[in-house]
């Protein structure tokens, strides 16, 4: 919803909006680009990690006429999730947020699992988000929060997005029962460096086990191509206790968070070799 409302508090209907062709808000949140703001989308492929280069910005670019609906907003993505949850560099975000506002274009940024970017890189996260309008960033995922995610901006675009949310059907009452633990969440910024450990000790793992091929992860996505259909190999992993998610016909994505400390990254090897020897024997 965070990052629908900002679309929605950005643009007008009828507008264009520029985004990597596997983003998030392109690919993964049911065309709400279409069906909540009525903006089209038009899609660039960024590079092997997600980036979208100033060229492509230009590029992609279409001035309003009578013909040509206008673009009107860029959107970015860090960590990249369709990417493997790679920390796009600050650098990469600038030249792309500079080139689009040469543009008159505003830049919204799905800043899911931004401090997971920002411990990645070894920087503050306030470094990612300065050449940004917005950003939105989730107090769940590794930060542990039962729920919830933030929209940042100028104040008066955060008055307008909060006009949107309400329109969304996301006002709430009693909302101090969430964000007090999304406060406590935020005190965690300091522990991802430790769920970016336990995935690369998972991809290690993994490694080691049959055919899989396995990513090597800047954070804490591990994703794992498969010989086998994904939802095959995940079948039998769930009946061993372990659970992941499908990213393809034969690519499945694990995460490390909060909940998952180094035993459960050795037990969740030790069922993907059981599950791979299984299914080789069969």
């Known amino acids: 919803m965070g990052n629908q409302v900002a679309i929605r508090t950005h643009t007008d209907r009828g507008d264009e909006l520029l ?4 983003s998030h808000v392109y690919k993964w949140e049911l065309g709400g680009i279409a069906q909540h703001s009525g903006v089209q989308a038009r899609t660039v492929a960024g590079d092997d990690r997600g980036v979208i280069s100033p060229e492509q910005v230009t590029e992609g670019y279409v001035a309003a006429s009578g013909h040509r609906p206008g673009t009107t907003l860029l959107c970015l993505e860090s960590t990249h999730n ?5 920390a796009i560099a600050p650098a990469d975000l600038a030249a792309a947020a500079e080139r689009a506002h040469e ?5 919204h940024l799905d800043g899911a699992r931004l401090f997971n970017a920002a411990t990645a890189l070894g920087i503050d996260a306030s470094e990612l988000v300065d050449p940004v309008d917005t950003v939105m960033f989730c107090l769940s995922k590794g930060l542990g929060a039962p729920i919830g995610s933030m929209i940042a901006g100028p104040s008066e675009f955060i008055e307008a997005a909060e006009r949107t949310r309400k329109l969304f059907g996301g006002g709430m009452r009693q909302a101090g029962m969430i964000a007090a633990p999304g406060l406590e969440a935020l005190a965690n910024r300091d522990r991802l460096s430790k769920d970016h450990e336990n995935a690369q000790q998972l991809a290690d793992g993994l490694a080691g086990v049959g055919e899989l ?5 800047e954070t804490n996505i591990v994703l794992v191509d498969t010989p086998m259909p994904a939802a095959e190999f995940l079948d039998a992993l769930e009946a061993e206790g372990v659970r992941a998610a499908e990213f393809g016909t034969h690519q499945v994505r694990f995460c490390t968070h909060w909940d998952v400390d180094g035993a459960d990254v050795k037990t969740a090897v030790a069922a993907a070799e059981q599950v791979i020897d299984r299914l080789a024997a069969a």
Not at 103 to 107: E, F, K, P, R, S
Not at 213 to 217: A, E, Q, R
């Open 19 to 22: 985004c990597e062709v596997e």
């Open 82 to 86: 369709s990417k493997g949850g790679t």
């Open 103 to 107: 543009h008159d274009l505003a830049v």
């Open 213 to 217: 091929t396995v990513h090597d992860p």
